[in-house]
């Protein structure tokens, strides 16, 4: 949950809201009163911040931020705050100010697995084969400057563009497929890969980087088993046919005896 120093004391009573990346939230505040009266006293939302003055969001009908996203919605005395497609950064406190009282207070949580994952999160592959993994982030302010804030990490090492190919591109939605490619795998490739995206969005996958492609180690042993049987099998023999030669060695030394 999200957490602001002080805030709890002075509205104890904010309610918990839990989203996902993507969503539309709607914040509703209740004033009790129709539209026609509300000209003298227009309804304010606010969103509060950590050591700084609370932001002006909505005034009446009336966007106060360049942002698009947040959307007055009227319906008789209800006066909703819509936040469209809600991204990590929305994270925080809000409030609806009618008058001189406080009406209602939000705590806005987003999901941070919701908002950034790879695609696959645990792989295995074969020495000299391809790994490839896809960094799926869903919370971009701007998806111009992604290349200045998306990096690659393998166990806590970034890792050198001049060495992997990495590349991306913004869908339809908004969404930023980040692409990992390293075309020839080596043991050293296993480890911990992590995509971060600012400074509060991590994503992390394993990689694992066999000797053997998949089951040729177990058919090896057993092909060396199946020698070491045959070799076996070969020394038996020949010590069984020279206790046979000995036995006849033997039995005509006692018949020239006898």
Request: charged residues 15%.
């Amino acid at each position: 949950m999200y957490y602001l120093t002080n805030f709890h004391i002075n509205y104890p009573d904010a309610r918990v809201i839990t989203a996902n990346c993507g969503d539309t939230i709607p914040l509703s505040c209740q004033t009790g009163t129709e539209n026609n009266s509300l000209f003298i006293t227009p309804i304010m939302w606010f969103r509060l911040y950590e050591n700084a003055y609370p932001q002006p969001l909505i005034l009446g009908d009336r966007q106060l931020i360049d942002d698009q996203r947040f959307i007055p919605r009227t319906h008789s005395s209800d006066h909703h705050l819509e936040i469209a497609n809600v991204r990590k950064d929305d994270e925080g406190y809000y409030l609806c100010k009618s008058g001189n009282g406080i009406q209602i207070s939000y705590n806005l949580t987003i999901l941070p697995n919701t908002c950034i994952d790879i695609v696959p999160n645990r792989i295995c592959v074969t020495i000299d084969e391809p790994i490839h993994l896809v960094c799926r982030i869903r919370s971009m302010k701007n998806s111009n400057e992604v290349n200045l804030h998306v990096e690659w990490t393998r166990d806590n090492y970034l890792l050198d563009n001049l060495t992997e190919y990495i590349s991306n591109y913004a869908s339809m939605d908004g969404i930023l497929y980040e692409t990992l490619l390293i075309k020839h795998a080596i043991r050293n490739d296993t480890g911990i890969y992590t995509c971060r995206y600012g400074q509060i969005l991590t994503a992390t996958a394993q990689v694992i980087v066999n000797q053997y492609p998949s089951g040729s180690k177990s058919r090896r042993l057993i092909s060396q088993l199946r020698g070491n049987n045959s070799s076996s099998t070969a020394s038996l023999r020949t010590v069984v046919s020279c206790f046979y030669i000995v036995y006849q060695i033997v039995l005509v030394a006692l018949v020239a005896l006898s």
